[in-house]
């Protein structure tokens, strides 16, 4: 028998808001994700447990001890019991070393690699079928539990349509982690969730850093997004609170849309090459109000550092620095509007509401000056969280954290971190890499406990089934990960003054051909029937992504000329679809369909 099986220990059932373990638990993963379930706190059990994987020399046979590890995640999951940490050595953790993916967190039990350097060393990358109830087929990593923490891996998806965490109506605490070379999202949070994600590295994900949809209501602490399409892309009815966290070097910085209102607190924007934010539609951000201003920083950002000229609401952006005047739309700078929607309460829980960690500026270029649009908000220096570290095997303590200690991390060298700019004080020092070299990992902040969430009504998950037809799918190569992750350098696709390219004579139609721009559907007319030119004369020009729109109507048609104003519709047999753009960049095509989706349309890639 194994030792954690023959440990018995009587244990409560614990909210996921321990400082640096943020680990929770149950009695068992129900059959249907219950939502938002981050606020309920419970008796903190008084010992935890243990379990020891290693890719390198573990078997699955093996009992799990530190002495006898076993060698898969999928194994460790297995076998695990609430109130347990499964603790992962340095190596890769894929399909090739024995993992079948996707990967499912459990309730009650932490997955953890090393924090301290956000798991350079420690990397599961994969791939797996999960069937989502809100968006059909996915490709995903690790899918999230109730009560369930991540800390210390990298994570990697190389399928051109995946993801690495998949979060759907469930609440898990994903934290000091580093999501890069996901096909699509390094994180999608679906359905009505509240999940907590703090001191993570998002960057060079192929379409968004993190994607929020539904009804969902997750904490983003202290992130950072960095080169990616949208570093943070929120949808639908979702109402993330986005606080303290670096958006930066991505094509947009925060695209909001459908009727999301997230809450943005600063949070610096900063070096995105089109839009710092981006509003459209019924979306109502809240950048700061007099009574909590927004103590955002938006600068060097390519075209606008706010730009709501798409949205039909008016935006409350009291209290935040903007360089210049890049701005465009209804914003409230001086709190007139009428009822600024208030702040969501971050914690409900008595003796978990703290003050929000600072950043630690960087040694870095300069901002430009700033001005403040507003009266100047007075700063609150939070306190000092304490940490501590627990010694490995079954050990007492009043909540089952993962702390974090001040040695070095285990194995290998590990790259310079760099400090996270401090985003509440007017003269924070922002570095800003030039896209021709990869910035190193910024350096975490200092933890502190996990801010609780208040239970939300659910109003149900919207069903958008967004994957294209399998056939479809460029595959994209996989990363080449050893015992550390691999940069590619960057070379951001250069963006044109109009943002399309031009049409080839000869009036052949091709669609949108370029870097898309966010739209709102305005019920432009319906262009006449027009024939799509043949594969090999777009292959000729450079244009090898073909996105296409199903179309059952003149209202659909319409609705997707607003989006991409040169489609039109091609002769398909029976079927009515619309050829919206031909690209020779598969990011522009993932881009395109993601607004396409983000309207309710069903739009697929087909590869030329």
């Not at 024995?98 to 990397?123: C, S």
């Not at 924070?428 to 910035?439: H, K």
């Not at 000329?561 to 040169?566: D, F, I, L, R, T």
């Amino acid at each position: 028998m194994s030792e954690l099986s023959l440990v018995k220990r009587p244990f409560g059932v614990v909210s996921l808001l321990s400082l640096s373990g943020m680990m929770g638990l149950t009695g068992g993963l129900p059959a249907i994700a219950t939502p938002l379930q981050v606020a309920q706190v419970y008796s903190a059990p008084t010992q935890y447990n243990y379990l020891f994987v290693n890719s390198n020399r573990g078997i699955d046979t093996a009992d799990g001890t530190a002495r006898s590890p076993l060698k898969t995640i999928t194994r460790a999951l297995q076998i695990v019991q609430p109130n347990t940490i499964i603790l992962l050595a340095p190596g890769t953790y894929s399909a090739q070393t024995g993992e079948a993916f996707p990967l499912q967190m459990k309730p009650g039990t932490t997955i953890k690699g090393e924090p301290r350097d956000r798991g350079q060393n420690v990397v599961i990358q994969g791939s797996g079928i999960f069937l989502s109830r809100t968006f059909a087929r996915q490709s995903v990593t690790i899918l999230g539990a109730n009560q369930a923490g991540l800390t210390g891996v990298t994570v990697s998806n190389p399928n051109a349509q995946g993801y690495g965490v998949w979060i759907e109506s469930t609440s898990p605490v994903i934290s000091d982690n580093t999501f890069t070379g996901s096909g699509h999202d390094g994180a999608s949070v679906v359905g009505s969730s509240a999940p907590v994600l703090r001191n993570n590295y998002f960057y060079e994900n192929g379409a968004n850093g993190i994607t929020i949809y539904g009804t969902s209501r997750p904490e983003l602490h202290d992130n950072i997004f960095e080169k990616t399409g949208f570093g943070i892309n929120v949808a639908q009815n979702a109402a993330p609170r986005i606080i303290g966290n670096r958006i930066t070097q991505n094509k947009d910085g925060i695209v909001i849309q459908g009727k999301a209102a997230p809450i943005l607190r600063n949070n610096v924007i900063d070096g995105n090459l089109r839009d710092g934010m981006v509003a459209i539609a019924q979306s109502r951000p809240n950048l700061g109000t007099s009574s909590d201003p927004g103590n955002n920083t938006f600068t060097g950002n390519g075209q606008f550092d706010l730009n709501a000229q798409k949205s039909i609401q008016k935006i409350p952006a009291f209290g935040n620095q903007i360089t210049g005047s890049k701005t465009i739309g209804r914003l409230d700078f001086s709190n007139t509007s009428a009822t600024a929607e208030a702040p969501v309460s971050v914690a409900s829980a008595k003796g978990y509401r703290q003050p929000l960690p600072a950043i630690a500026p960087a040694p870095a270029a300069p901002l430009p000056a700033l001005f403040n649009r507003s009266v100047a908000p007075s700063i609150i220096s939070p306190p000092v969280s304490p940490s501590a570290s627990p010694a490995m095997g079954s050990a007492s303590s009043p909540v089952p954290a993962i702390a974090v200690s001040p040695a070095l991390p285990r194995g290998g060298r590990v790259l310079p971190l760099p400090k996270q700019p401090k985003a509440q004080s007017v003269s924070a020092e922002i570095p800003v890499p030039s896209p021709a070299r990869l910035s190193p990992i910024p350096a975490r902040s200092a933890l502190q406990p996990n801010p609780v969430m208040p239970r939300f009504g659910s109003n149900g998950a919207i069903d958008i089934p967004v994957p294209p037809p399998e056939s479809s799918v460029a595959p994209r190569q996989a990363l080449a990960m050893q015992s550390s992750v691999s940069r590619p350098e960057f070379s951001p696709n250069p963006i044109s003054a109009s943002g399309t390219l031009p049409v080839p004579k000869g009036s052949i139609p091709l669609g949108r051909t370029a870097g898309t721009s966010v739209k709102v559907w305005r019920g432009a007319p319906v262009s006449p029937n027009r024939v799509a030119p043949p594969s090999s004369q777009m292959l000729a020009l450079g244009l090898r992504y073909r996105v296409v729109v199903q179309a059952s109507g003149e209202g659909e048609q319409a609705q997707i000329q607003s989006v991409a104003p040169g489609a039109f519709p091609v002769f398909r047999g029976s079927q009515n679809v619309m050829q919206a753009g031909v690209f020779s960049d598969r990011t522009k095509a993932d881009e395109l369909i993601q607004m396409l989706v983000n309207q309710g349309l069903r739009a697929t890639i087909e590869q030329l």
